[in-house]
């Protein structure tokens, strides 16, 4: 879970810095916002876990 949480970011990420849509850009920062939230939840036994 941890890696994907972790793709997702870095791909809403790569998004966003050519998505000119505004429309687009929003869905793209909420769903970035909701990975990084994910993220900030685990705990760090489950990161380690993960790896």
């Known amino acids: 879970m941890y890696r994907i949480i972790i793709a ?3 791909r809403f990420q790569k998004l966003l810095e050519t ?6 850009r929003a869905m793209e920062a909420r769903l970035l916002a909701e990975e ?3 993220l900030k939840s685990l705990s760090a036994a489950d990161k380690t876990k993960m790896l």
């Open 19 to 24: 998505e000119t849509d505004a429309t687009k």
């Open 36 to 38: 990084e939230a994910k």
């Open 8 to 10: 997702n970011i870095e």
